[in-house]
């Protein structure tokens, strides 16, 4: 089918690229000419592995191209994918001007009855607003349908999620146009679920709230756990292998960050309190992920004696490894915070760097992470990428003006640190046990 994709984010590729795989011919729309210049020539405005090779394929086989005009794209598609940007107002609310913007264009230029399917992220009610803009901008009364087809990808492995989703998740009011919208996916071995328009919306929210609180609930332990000696990890895997509860997104560490999870959590707080409701369990996992920051500052600034005219070294600045995104990464917090304490901050991370131009003019950038240990008073690790884990320990160990590493994902080899002669601390991750609250130990 011909299919037009409104949006050239992370959301907005995968989503073309997915159906370039399954077949479709497809035109992206961008308002950003200069994004839609870089992906005609086949380069990508950011990292996503494997989207470039991808991408340049189906340019090279003739079944994706790039545009600014909205007209032109609308009328050449049957089906048109809405996956714009949908960020946060500061009431937690979501903006839904980009969306707006895409449903009047539409409406303006349909030339005949359209399927409109909404990828990005969008509260409860959505899908009912952009089928009222489509049809108050519209020239002639076509027919319109709006489908909701939330996504569940992660940067960082977006391609694989979207070609091996666990289901595909739509919400249709017209049986019709469910129809339509599930045939575009075949090809893939998914279960396919079909609900009402809200029920997707919600769907999409609640996956995404219900990760983030996972987390949080492991990083409330992960405290529990420092308290009492235990290890977090025996604890994550004794529980995640019972089925009910599943072994993923039971790491625990510095806290969940992106343009998802903390836009998403604070969008379905602001649904719940419209409804009247108190979003407890929500708020309690957004306050376990704000205060999780505090709690590892504290205990570095513990285990240096204070903070001011020390020297941290940061490894890692996106919100996950594999992604160049730094969006809400907890990686920019600690810098602020550090900086605001009185500590110098050197930072390097394998290719997000040139994003912290903007974000942290006060940092100092080591484009080699061989450059980042020399007299340093701690390493702080705030990403997990790979690389970090196969570091010269020994040869840091020897450069460091006092050798403490806090490691904020539990990534590295805590007893092979401790031998070399670190201090090491990872949340959960004590070396001793009968570390118990002081009325404990009578
Ligand atoms: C998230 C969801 O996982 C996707 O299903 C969803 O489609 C996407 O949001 C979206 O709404 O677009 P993403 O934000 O890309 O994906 O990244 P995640 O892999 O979910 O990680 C989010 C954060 O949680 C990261 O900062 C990560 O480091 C942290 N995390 C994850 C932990 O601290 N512990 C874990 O066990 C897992």
């Avoid at 379905?268 to 306050?287: D, N, Q, S, Y």
């Avoid at 490894?321 to 600690?334: E, F, G, Q």
Wanted: aromatic content about 8%.
């Amino acid at each position: 089918m011909s299919i037009a994709v409104f949006g050239c984010g992370y959301v907005g590729m995968t989503t073309a690229l997915t159906f370039c795989e399954l077949e479709h011919d497809v035109v992206c729309v961008d308002a950003d000419k200069q994004k839609i210049e870089l992906l005609q020539k086949g380069q990508m405005p950011f990292f996503e592995p494997g989207m470039k090779e991808m991408l340049n394929r189906h340019l090279q086989e003739g079944n994706i191209r790039f545009t600014q005009e909205a007209e032109e794209a609308i009328k050449a598609s049957e089906i048109i994918y809405i996956a714009v940007g949908t960020p946060s107002d500061d009431d937690g609310s979501t903006d839904l001007s980009f969306v707006e913007d895409v449903a009047r264009t539409i409406g303006r230029y349909q030339g005949a009855d359209i399927l409109a399917v909404i990828k990005s992220t969008v509260p409860v009610g959505t899908a009912e607003k952009v089928e009222r803009w489509i049809r108050e901008s519209q020239r002639h009364p076509y027919q319109v349908d709006v489908v909701s087809n939330p996504e569940f990808l992660r940067e960082g492995n977006a391609l694989y999620d979207a070609l091996h989703p666990d289901r595909i998740i739509i919400g249709a009011q017209s049986k019709e146009a469910a129809k339509i919208v599930h045939q575009l996916y075949a090809g893939l071995d998914a279960p396919v679920i079909h609900m009402s328009v809200r029920s997707a919306e919600l769907t999409k929210y609640s996956a995404n709230a219900f990760l983030a609180l996972k987390i949080s609930f492991i990083n409330e332990i992960g405290r529990l756990c420092d308290a009492y000696g235990v290890q977090v990890e025996d604890v994550a895997q004794g529980m995640g292998t019972d089925q009910r509860i599943g072994p993923h997104f039971l790491r625990a560490g510095i806290g969940w960050g992106g343009s998802c999870f903390p836009k998403d959590t604070a969008s379905l707080v602001h649904m719940c309190r419209r409804a009247g409701l108190k979003p407890k369990i929500l708020e309690a996992a957004r306050e376990v992920n704000a205060t999780q920051i505090a709690y590892y500052l504290q205990k570095l600034k513990e285990m240096l004696g204070g903070l001011k005219g020390k020297t941290v070294s940061i490894l890692g600045v996106t919100f996950k490894p594999n992604t160049d995104d730094i969006r809400d990464s907890p990686a920019l917090a600690v810098i602020h915070a550090l900086h605001d304490q009185g500590a110098s901050v050197n930072v390097y991370d394998p290719i997000a760097l040139h994003r912290v131009n903007v974000e942290l003019p006060r940092v100092h950038k080591c484009v080699q992470k061989e450059r980042l240990f020399a007299q340093s008073d701690a390493v702080f690790l705030l990403t997990d990428w790979d690389e970090f884990t196969h570091l010269d320990w020994q040869a840091i160990y020897g450069q460091m003006r006092t050798p403490l590493v806090i490691d904020g994902r539990n990534a590295l080899d805590a007893p092979k640190l401790r031998h070399i002669g670190f201090t090491y601390y990872g949340i959960g991750r004590s070396h001793h046990d009968g570390n118990c609250p002081k009325d404990e130990k009578a």
